[in-house]
T-cell receptor, first 115, second 115 residues
Framework: AQKITQTQPGMFVQEKEAVTLDCTYDTSDPSYGLFWYKQPSSGEMIFLIYQGSYDQQNATEGRYSLNFQKARKSANLVISASQLGDSAMYFCAMREAGGSEKLVFGKGTKLTVNP | GAGVSQTPSNKVTEKGKYVELRCDPISGHTALYWYRQSLGQGPEFLIYFQGTGAADDSGLPNDRFFAVRPEGSVSTLKIQRTERGDSAVYLC?????????????FGAGSRLTVL
């Protein structure tokens, strides 16, 4: 069973507008972490934001915020005031507590910001 | 170094040949991960090192794949008898010890093409 599901293969947004990228996850572990990474065409994975399963508040990092709905097992990324440089692939990932602490990634969403 | 360095950035080889991909993690990072990213997919976990030992190699697809980290820093991913299906970008990531918000820093990847 897929642990991370990103249902939007591609998204388009106008420059300066906000966009939400969806992510749902599946785990029975009460302790886990959720991550979003950006991958521009250069290929490097860039860390954006982290949300712990026990965090009471939604994580925010500059223009990025994570809409964490634990009961629905969703961790959507919100990008405010989109910029042309935001055009990239975006990956949601989860780490479960214990074990190798590896990240399990979704298939990603390609975001295109239009001028 | 300041970031995770991977060499070569591009490797073209013929089916059946042996390939080595190198990863130089961030100095002091004890955790090292190898991932494989096929076209249009998210990164898939291959192997995790904590120090010198392979703590989790459950993602290695078969016994043609092997990785070492003899001194707890640089790691080499080795692929024997390469097949066309091995063509992908191989990503290396490193991080400090511990779970939770431990963020992995990724290298730019080694693109392997098997002809």
């Amino acid at each position: 069973a897929q642990k991370i599901t990103q249902t939007q293969p591609g998204m388009f947004v106008q420059e300066k507008e906000a966009v939400t990228l969806d992510c749902t996850y599946d785990t029975s572990d009460p302790s886990y972490g959720l991550f979003w990474y950006k991958q521009p065409s250069s290929g490097e994975m860039i860390f954006l934001i982290y949300q712990g399963s026990y965090d009471q508040q939604n994580a925010t990092e500059g223009r990025y915020s994570l809409n964490f709905q634990k009961a629905r097992k969703s961790a959507n990324l919100v990008i405010s005031a989109s910029q042309l440089g935001d055009s990239a692939m975006y990956f949601c990932a989860m780490r479960e507590a214990g074990g190798s602490e590896k990240l399990v990634f979704g298939k990603g969403t390609k975001l295109t910001v239009n001028p | 170094g300041a970031g995770v360095s991977q060499t070569p950035s591009n490797k073209v080889t013929e089916k059946g040949k042996y390939v080595e991909l190198r990863c130089d993690p961030i100095s002091g990072h004890t955790a090292l991960y190898w991932y494989r990213q096929s076209l249009g997919q998210g990164p898939e976990f291959l192997i995790y090192f904590q120090g010198t030992g392979a703590a989790d190699d459950s993602g290695l697809p078969n016994d043609r794949f092997f990785a070492v980290r003899p001194e707890g820093s640089v790691s080499t991913l080795k692929i024997q008898r390469t097949e066309r299906g091995d063509s992908a970008v191989y990503l290396c990531a490193s991080g400090g010890y511990g779970s939770g918000a431990n963020v992995l820093t990724f290298g730019a990847g080694s693109r392997l093409t098997v002809l």
